[in-house]
């Protein structure tokens, strides 16, 4: 019986866990062909998340929970690698804890490995426009344009990873890993399957618009480094602009009879310049600051306890 592992990051979860586990449970007896590994990673709670996986998610005939505590808050994507570097199954699913993400989606997930696919992703819709499909919209046109790396729109991290690909996935070690662009990265065969995002379970999201431009961020620097060419471009713009209005200046001062010496054309200058030096530094700045956690070499999560239930 070949095992299919399954990683849920949760971060104050504590309503939606035990009923994505019963929706699983409900999956694995269906099939009766798989067993089920079904991963918790509890992302430095501080409800009761981790004292629900162990005493309301007992092991069935198909099924058998494991809670991972981590030490503190590493952040979703940090969280979804500890799991898949703990999963031990032939293949690993990773999806949220929420049950946006519907569990009922895994018995395809099977089927399209099972006919050969290395790689299933999933591409998630809205039944009503809403600020957060704007936001992601917005985010994957840019990440598109700005990097090599394909990114199709509206992909999720719920997806299947045979595990050649897990085993590949795991000699990368950069410390910001963005999942949803390297595994574009990693080749295979790759499929598509698209879903209407369900409401949320219970409780309310922790992925706050600020989380969501780092996480944009994370993902166009450790993609490309076109952002850096722009600075370049950009600074040879503002050079050309400068030289324009020098020979304007040079022009108004030989061969015109009245020249008033303008506050606002000079300050328009000033500010323009000071704001394209500010962007350039920021972007410089954002892929030092990349450089200066890498070669610290800390771990990307650390462990507190393991649970098997």
Not at 127 to 144: D, E
Not at 189 to 215: D, H, S
Request: charged share 20%; with cysteine; glycine share 6%.
């Amino acid at each position: 019986m070949k095992k299919v592992s399954i990683v849920v990051p949760a971060y104050n979860e504590s309503e939606n866990v035990q009923e994505l586990y019963l929706r699983l449970s409900a999956v694995f007896e269906k099939l009766g062909t798989h067993a089920c590994e079904l991963i918790f990673v509890d992302d430095g709670s501080s409800d009761k998340t981790f004292e629900t996986i162990q005493t309301k998610c007992p092991r069935t005939k198909f099924l058998e929970c494991v809670g991972i505590k981590l030490t503190r808050n590493f952040g979703h994507q940090n969280a979804l690698r500890a799991g898949i570097e703990f999963a031990t199954g032939d293949a690993v699913i990773t999806m949220d804890s929420d049950l946006q993400h519907p569990p009922e989606l895994v018995s395809e997930f099977i089927s399209k490995w099972e006919s050969g696919v290395k790689i299933v992703h999933t591409i998630r819709s809205y039944h009503q426009v809403n600020f957060k499909q704007l936001t992601s919209l917005f985010f994957y046109k840019m990440i598109n344009f700005l990097s090599p790396t394909f990114i199709y729109p509206g992909i999720a991290d719920f997806r299947l990873l045979d595990r050649d690909v897990v085993e590949n996935l795991k000699r990368f070690k950069e410390y910001d890993l963005f999942l949803r662009g390297i595994v574009q990265t990693l080749g295979y065969r790759q499929e598509y399957i698209k879903y209407e995002a369900a409401e949320r379970f219970k409780g309310e999201t922790k992925f706050t618009p600020l989380k969501m431009v780092k996480l944009a961020l994370t993902g166009v620097t450790s993609l490309s480094t076109i952002p850096l060419y722009f600075a370049i471009v950009t600074g040879f713009a503002v050079i050309l602009l400068g030289m324009l209005y020098l020979v304007y200046i040079l022009y108004a001062k030989f061969f015109l009879s009245s020249v008033i010496p303008g506050w606002s054309s000079v300050m328009s200058v000033v500010l323009l310049i000071g704001g394209v030096q500010m962007l350039i530094l920021g972007i410089i700045g954002i892929y030092i600051s990349r450089i200066f956690w890498e070669i610290k070499s800390r771990p990307a999560y650390l462990i507190e306890q393991v649970v098997r239930c």
